[in-house]
């Protein structure tokens, strides 16, 4: 069983800075890609990035490369989401995830979530 938790969460002005943190439980993730899923008001879940655990290989949507950045801590355990350069449209309640599944930036590859954490980017 896997637990995840995230933070960093808040309210942001165009253009700043957020760092998004993911505390996971389990009893190895090497087998595993941590994600970050983001899901604004009326609108599906959507891919932002992931991390491979065992070899640290990123992956990014189109819409935060170069902006947002993805690293994990295989000894805290710790997955983070380094995002800069926030637009109105990075508004969403951020998830945190772990999965076995092939396809990285799809929410069926992950089986487990986080509660999420909420970012606010006023304009």
């Known amino acids: 069983q896997v637990q995840l938790e995230e933070s960093g969460g808040g309210l942001v002005q165009a253009g700043g800075s957020l760092r998004l943190s993911c505390a996971a439980s389990a009893r190895t993730f090497s087998a595993y890609t941590m994600g970050w899923f983001r899901q604004a008001p009326g609108k599906e879940r959507e891919f932002a990035a992931a991390v491979r655990w065992s070899s640290g290989s990123t992956y990014y949507a189109d819409s935060v490369k170069g902006r947002f950045t993805i690293s994990r801590d295989t000894v805290k355990n710790m997955v983070y989401l380094q995002m800069n350069s926030l637009k109105p449209e990075d508004a969403a309640v951020y998830y945190c995830?772990?999965?076995?599944?092939?396809?990285?930036?799809?929410?069926?590859?992950?089986?487990?979530w986080g509660q999420g954490t909420q970012v606010t980017v006023d304009s």
């Open positions: 995830a772990a999965g076995g599944g092939r396809l990285t930036f799809s929410p069926q590859s992950y089986s487990y």
